[in-house]
Every structure is written in C-alpha cells, then in structure tokens.
Nanobody, 126 residues
Framework: QVQLVESGGGSVQAGGSLRLSCAAS????????MAWFRQAPGNEREGAAT????????DYADSVKGRFTISQDNAKKTLYLQMDSLTPEDTAMYYC???????????????????WGRGTQVTVSS
C-alpha cells in the first residue's frame, strides 16, 4: 500500500523560500502521477503542481508557475516542492498525493488522486 509523508513546512517571511519533501513508500512502479495540493482555511483544496514519475512531465497552476518547482528523486522515492518568492497568499496546508496512471497529463484536480499524505503547514508572513 502506497504511503506518503510530507515534511519541510514552516514559517517564512514574504519573499522567502521553502522546500517541501514527500517520502513515498509501498510501490515499485514509475507509472504514477504525483502532485502537491494546498488548502487554506475556508478554501477548497487546489492543485499546485504535478509530475508523472515515469516521464518527469510537470504541470503547474497559474498561481505558482515560475515560483514553484516540483521534482523527484526516484532513488530516494521522494517528491519535492521548491517554493520561491513566497507571498502570504501561499499560506496553506500542503498535501502530497498520488495515483497509478498509464500516462498522459496528470490532473491538478483532486478527484483522481487515491493516496494522500497528512500535510505540512506553510505560513508566510508579510
């Protein structure tokens, strides 16, 4: 069974950077979509970035494009989210998610994702 554990959240001032990590276990295939989602209080969970493990193809929400970078280390089975130029609007709980996929573009919507981590809090102060 696939399990995901996030880490790396914290508090940072606007303009700063953080790198989130998601340690994955319980799978051997590379045919997975993995993603970072975020949810601020009172808001719906929204996709920030996705990656197809087999090809390395990435996709980003417009709100984070050019500031966030999703990457993977297959040897460590770890997913990363490098977040730069952070703003208070980036404050949210960040979740790692995954589902098995034969390919194509990984969605930025929650419905297809079957496995979720518990999240890590990111707080950006002005």
């Amino acid at each position: 069974q696939v399990q995901l554990v996030e880490s790396g959240g914290g508090s940072v001032q606007a303009g700063g950077s953080l790198r989130l990590s998601c340690a994955a276990s319980g799978y051997s295939s590379t045919r997975y979509c993995m993603a970072w989602f975020r949810q601020a209080p009172g808001n719906e969970r929204e996709g920030a970035a996705t990656i197809y493990i087999r090809s390395g193809r990435t996709d980003y929400a417009d709100s984070v494009k050019g500031r966030f970078t999703i990457s993977q280390d297959n040897a460590k089975k770890t997913l990363y989210l490098q977040m730069d130029s952070l703003t208070p609007e980036d404050t949210a709980m960040y979740y790692c998610a995954a589902f098995a996929s034969l390919g194509g573009q990984c969605p930025l919507t929650t419905g297809a994702y079957r496995v979720w981590g518990r999240g890590t809090q990111v707080t950006v102060s002005s």
